[in-house]
């Protein structure tokens, strides 16, 4: 971990000029912390080099998966160039420290997302947590009848649906938001005429449409529609919300679709600006003003497990926001941006769940830190189903105690003068506005997105998560480093099933009047939007709204694939755990270790945790003295596997041996060497090693073909 330091000038002038006031002949006199003097880079780099007794500085320097190196001390010269910007104050231009002027801490908004499908189980939930300090709700919706549906999302079929889901919801206090996926247009029109119907303020509607179709577009690799309509959908809700709905944002910038594919926080940078600019351009020729469209959006990030990287990364979304928007000659409000934030989704594993609660607690503080405007915690149990009660109440007191009880928002902008995250910030800015600018060049997002060059890059670096994960270089605590074989798994509650289907032809059959359907194109238009709202307040259902106007669909070469950190070890786990549960215990090896115990500890620590990682345990906990005791002791064990474990010295010695002895009296057993002696590999493999194991030795890899043999 780098060193970082607080520029306390200002703190030091004031202490001095309080001591000065207090009494100036004492200060003068003993002239404290004279004795005190600041060492220099160049003292402390004598001592550093001293330290590592002959190896360079450059041994501790590191490269980030967005290329940028870490060194384990940074100092002022490390943001020289950077320094304006450190310099300015929040609330103004570039918003490097914040939006706001000052800080509180209602300025962070606790969401959370619910995707029950029984309505009243849904009702009751909702406004159990907004009693409980949740401040915004997420609404993951679908349309009702659709291929899309199940009991992970909200069905919809009529506006009275958002009526009995939304009975316990305090629209003056809390916000709303609505994820919606393909069917925007059709199920905010019915959104629109339960406001209509039930006499709500229209003033007082906080929230927004989480749509965005390039988003949509990019993790399906097909829509429905042209990008034409969809950009037209949007302009038609920005219309509407501009003239009735104030403070209800028409759409997203979902650019936390990036992070859960595993790109790294320079391309969510540079994809998120690119697909917002792309927004800016379309919507203004649609008649809309950048005023309009800047304050009628908000954008998603996710936020990840590097932690100082990614408050950095909040830090400079800022920065590039302003920058751009700004060329478009907006005013200052349009400038600031709307940041909203979820935790990390691919780092969250079903092995060892509870550790989940940490990760989302961490990536949390950073969000704080970094200046978020909301956070939604993903639920740390999402891999067993919905969350119920308890989940929710975890998960969200999670950031109830980060704004409570740990004075986050006693300050301004706490990260700001950290040289290290000053550093990051500066590198992320400026790496992320030329990938925009690169994109920019070859024809704009729309053309990133569909000859595959997004998909491409984020790819890139999702392979290279994937084998650092593989060869334990990145730590997924309990899926591929201490592995806890007795954890059981959550047993999730019970929760109410869906009796959406029998809701559905019960209003149809108890309704009196039908509809002609709508068309999209003409729900495009202003004035038959609002016609349509006024069907779904006579009864019309959303299906009837939306019979969509033919139109080719989109599709591209290259979608996203969401990257899940944990699923191979998973998959290694589940195999050991079946394995159990045909034969009664779990697959074993037999553990050869050789020579003096005190010796060769640190390797037989590695080799434990090592197999515990695919669910294999020690048969025995021997050691013997000399090679002939193990091969004897392993053949009476009718053991398939034999892991060899020794110092590096004595693998010259007994190795070949040992491994032709074992061998000869048994040729299906399969060997494995702990460590890697270069210039002797060969020599081992020839007589009859089977595989090693190391600090680089992939472990999928490995634990897999243990695994096939079985």
């Not at 769940?353 to 200046?371: D, M």
């Amino acid at each position: 971990m780098p060193i970082f330091f607080l520029e306390t000038k200002y703190l030091g002038r004031m202490m001095k000029k309080d001591l000065i006031n207090k009494d100036e002949n004492t200060f003068q006199e003993e002239k404290l912390l004279e004795e005190f003097q600041p060492a220099t880079y160049e003292q402390w780099l004598k001592t550093a080099e001293l330290s590592l007794k002959g190896k360079t500085l450059e041994k501790l320097f590191s490269n980030t998966y967005e290329n940028i190196l870490i060194k384990p001390l940074f100092t002022s010269e490390d943001i020289k160039d950077f320094k304006k910007k450190v310099d300015s104050y929040p609330g103004f231009y570039p918003f490097l420290r914040g939006t706001n002027s000052f800080t509180t801490a209602d300025k962070l908004k606790v969401a959370q997302t619910y995707s029950y499908s029984n309505y009243d189980f849904l009702q009751e939930a909702i406004g159990n947590d907004c009693k409980m300090g949740l401040d915004s709700v997420i609404l993951k919706i679908n349309k009702y009848p659709s291929e899309g549906n199940s009991d992970f999302s909200v069905p919809i079929f009529c506006s009275e649906n958002f009526g009995q889901i939304l009975k316990n919801f305090s629209f003056d206090k809390n916000e709303i938001f609505l994820d919606i996926g393909n069917d925007n247009i059709q199920l905010a029109s019915v959104f629109f005429a339960f406001l209509d119907k039930n006499k709500i303020e229209k003033i007082i509607i906080k929230g927004g449409f989480c749509f965005d179709p390039f988003a949509e577009l990019l993790t399906k690799g097909s829509y429905p529609v042209s990008m034409d309509i969809a950009l037209n959908e949007i302009s038609t809700l920005l219309n509407h919300t501009k003239k009735f709905y104030p403070k209800l944002n028409a759409f997203a910038i979902k650019a936390d679709t990036y992070n859960n594919a595993g790109a790294n926080a320079v391309q969510e940078l540079g994809f998120f600006l690119a697909e917002t600019v792309t927004y800016f351009k379309e919507l203004i020729k649609r008649g809309h003003s950048i005023d309009e469209i800047a304050q009628n959006t908000f954008v998603n990030l996710a936020v990840g497990p590097d932690f100082f990287m990614e408050i950095a990364k909040l830090r400079a979304v800022r920065v590039l926001w302003a920058k751009a928007v700004k060329a478009f000659n907006c005013n200052e409000e349009s400038q600031k941006v709307k940041l909203h934030t979820s935790t990390c989704k691919w780092n969250k594993s079903k092995l060892d769940p509870y550790v989940n609660i940490l990760r989302n607690t961490g990536e949390t503080t950073a969000a704080i830190l970094g200046g978020a405007d909301s956070m939604n915690i993903r639920f740390f149990d999402e891999h067993f189903g919905l969350p119920d009660n308890f989940s929710r109440r975890i998960t969200r007191n999670i950031a109830e105690v980060l704004k409570n009880e740990c004075n986050f928002f006693e300050t301004i902008d706490p990260a700001g003068g950290t040289w290290y995250v000053e550093y990051l910030t500066d590198n992320l800015a400026r790496m992320g506005w030329n990938l925009f600018k690169e994109i920019e060049e070859m024809g704009g997002f729309l053309k990133a997105i569909e000859n595959g060059f997004v998909a491409n890059q984020i790819e890139a670096v999702k392979i290279n998560r994937q084998r650092n994960y593989a060869i334990r270089k990145d730590t997924l605590l309990g899926a591929n480093k201490f592995a806890n074989l007795n954890e059981k798994p959550i047993e999730k509650t019970n929760l109410p099933k869906s009796t959406v289907a029998v809701d559905y032809e019960k209003y149809l059959k108890n309704r009196n009047v039908s509809f002609e359907n709508e068309s999209l194109s003409n729900i495009l238009k202003s004035d038959n939007f609002v016609k349509a709202i006024s069907l779904a307040k006579e009864g019309a259902t959303v299906s009837e709204i939306s019979n969509i106007e033919k139109s080719s669909p989109v599709t591209i070469s290259k979608a996203l694939d969401c990257f899940d950190a944990g699923k191979p070890f998973e998959e290694l786990r589940e195999f050991a755990d079946n394995y159990k549960k045909k034969n009664k215990h779990f697959p074993t090896f037999f553990f050869a270790k050789i020579g003096q115990v005190s010796k060769v500890k640190a390797r037989v620590d590695f080799v434990s945790d090592f197999f515990s990682v695919g669910g294999f345990v020690p048969l025995s906990d021997n050691s013997f003295n000399n090679y002939e005791d193990a091969v004897s002791a392993f053949m009476k064990s009718n053991e398939k596997f034999i892991v060899i474990c020794s110092t590096d010295d004595k693998y010259s010695e007994i190795v070949s041996p040992l491994v032709q002895s074992i061998k000869q009296q048994n040729p299906s057993s399969y060997i494995i060497l702990a460590g890697y002696l270069k210039d002797k590999i060969d020599e081992f493999k020839i007589a009859g090693v089977d595989d090693f194991i190391h600090v680089k030795a992939d472990i999928v890899e490995v634990l897999s073909k243990m695994q096939k043999v079985l």
